[in-house]
């Protein structure tokens, strides 16, 4: 409405219709579906790498509190560095290929994960371990039946940010080095003047991201259904 009104340059930000004919003509040469696809592909593998490696290591320091005060500080001070910063260090590192484009993935998605699961952990009712203690449970059925259903909310608001955080960082892996994906599509655009393709870029990162939020959350209604109404009401 701006731009058609003149009060915006349709230059710095073009019209629906205009926006909408740049998407259309990216789905109709396949380019839109192939950077997609690539895009995914890595985020899939970023994520799911993430959590491969957050989900022990988390538990390992949940059940070895002494680990977990001796290891503290440096997993403190890597928190507080933004996985960007270290972008140089990792193309030098792992090049320019889709190891080092990973690795930002990994990277940005792996503290809200192991954080969540251990808060998680460290949430499980004492009281209640100290009942399956005397009812004469093992440790195994104390953190499979007490300790581990209790980390859920947690650990399901690790994985959520998570999933967020990883898009955010796939862009930001893609906009440097790059020949493919969603990253690269929109500075490509943007070297271009093309303001059109970069807001089609924008747009279609905005969905995939609400779909695989749906698709996250329709999993977990179905593989916990105990967490259903916390994830109705928006608590997890």
């Known amino acids: 409405m701006t731009s058609a009104t003149g009060f915006v340059s349709p230059f710095l930000l073009p019209g629906p219709f205009t926006v909408a004919q740049?998407?259309?003509?990216l789905i109709q040469d396949g380019s839109l579906a192939k950077h997609a696809a690539i895009s995914l592909q890595r985020v899939g593998l970023g994520y799911g790498l993430s959590v491969i490696l957050a989900l022990p290591l988390a538990l390992l320091f949940g059940l070895l509190p002494r680990l977990r005060s001796f290891c503290e500080p440096a997993l403190?001070?890597?928190r507080q560095i933004p996985p960007l910063a270290l972008l140089p260090l990792l193309i030098l590192w792992l090049g320019i290929g889709e190891v080092q484009k990973v690795?930002?993935?990994v990277l940005s998605c792996f503290f809200p994960i192991f954080l969540g699961a251990l808060g998680g952990i460290a949430q499980a009712d004492p009281k209640l371990i100290e009942v399956g203690r005397i009812c004469g449970l093992s440790r195994r059925e104390i953190l499979t039946r007490i300790?581990?259903?209790a980390s859920l909310p947690?650990?399901?608001v690790g994985l959520r940010i998570a999933l967020g955080y990883s898009w955010r960082a796939l862009v930001g892996a893609e906009l440097i080095?790059?020949?493919?994906?969603?990253?690269y599509l929109i500075i490509d655009a943007q070297n271009m003047a093309r303001t059109d393709i970069v807001?089609?870029?924008?747009?279609?990162?905005?969905?995939?991201?609400?779909?695989?939020d749906a698709l996250a959350r329709a999993a977990l209604r179905r593989s916990a259904p105990w967490l259903r109404s916390q994830l109705e009401l928006g608590r997890v």
């Not at 740049?22 to 003509?25: E, N, R, S, V, Y």
């Not at 080095?177 to 990253?183: D, I, K, M, V």
């Not at 089609?200 to 905005?206: A, H, K, R």
Request: hydrophobic share 70%.
């Open 76 to 78: 403190e001070f890597l």
């Open 103 to 105: 690795g930002v993935i």
């Open 177 to 183: 080095a790059s020949s493919a994906g969603l990253g």
């Open 154 to 156: 947690a650990l399901v």
């Open 147 to 149: 300790v581990l259903p």
């Open 22 to 25: 740049a998407g259309w003509q």
């Open 199 to 212: 807001l089609v870029g924008v747009l279609v990162i905005g969905v995939l991201g609400l779909v695989a």
